[in-house]
Every structure is written in structure tokens, then in C-alpha cells.
Nanobody, 120 residues
Framework: QVQVVESGGGLVQAGGSLRLSCAAS????????MAWYRQAPETQRELVAS???????VYADSVKGRFTISRDNAKNAVYLQMNSLKLEDTAVYYC??????????????WGQGTQVTVSS
């Protein structure tokens, strides 16, 4: 059974930095795309950043130049470095992995979410 676990959230002042981590465990054959989403209260979940297996990245306009997504294929892990944090970055951040679990084929797996709170 595949598990996806995020870590690294917390409380930070505006202008500060945080680094989120996400790792998958289990019998994993391959991982395609890896992504971070976020959801603030009473809003829809939105894509923050994604990265393909080859390293191509996509960012939401609101985080371009401030956030950096990276991955470590050997560790089945994805990271989100968040700099120059703003109040509006406050949300629960979710990791999403499109991966091939042994015996199951490709499917999307989500982490449980990690809270990021930016204070003034």
C-alpha cells in the first residue's frame, strides 16, 4: 500500500521562508508528475507548482519567483521551497503524486496536507 506523507509546514512571519517535503513509500514502480496544491478556507484547491519526471516545472502566477519545486526520484520525494511568504500564502498544502504502484497501474495519490500559516 502506498503512503504519501508531507512535512515542513508551520507558522512563519511574512517575508520568511519554509520548505515543504513529501515522500511516498510502498512498492512504487515509477512516478510521473509530482505537484503541490493548496487550499485556503472557503476556497477551491489550487495548483501551486508541478514537476515532471524529467524536471519540467509549472508554477501558479501568484508564486512565480518566490517558490521552487524540486524532486528526488531516488527518494520518491518532492519539495517546495517557499520564500518571501505572503499572508495570502496561508493554506493547507497538499502533495499530489501520479505514480505506478505495483499491481495497480498509474493513479493519483494525495498526502494528508500540512498547514502553512503566514502572520503579519
Amino acid at each position: 500500500q502506498v503512503q504519501v506523507v508531507e512535512s515542513g509546514g508551520g507558522l512563519v512571519q511574512a517575508g520568511g521562508s519554509l520548505r515543504l517535503s513529501c515522500a511516498a513509500s510502498g512498492i512504487i514502480v515509477s512516478i510521473n508528475s509530482m505537484a503541490w496544491y493548496r487550499q485556503a478556507p472557503e476556497t477551491q484547491r489550487e495548483l501551486v507548482a508541478s514537476i515532471t519526471r524529467r524536471g519540467s516545472t509549472v508554477y501558479a502566477d501568484s508564486v512565480k519567483g518566490r517558490f521552487t519545486i524540486s524532486r528526488d526520484n531516488a527518494k520518491n520525494a518532492v519539495y517546495l521551497q517557499m520564500n518571501s511568504l505572503k499572508l495570502e500564502d496561508t493554506a493547507v498544502y497538499y502533495c499530489n503524486l501520479n505514480l505506478w504502484a505495483a499491481g495497480k497501474g498509474f493513479d493519483d495519490y494525495w498526502g494528508q496536507g500540512t498547514q502553512v500559516t503566514v502572520s503579519s
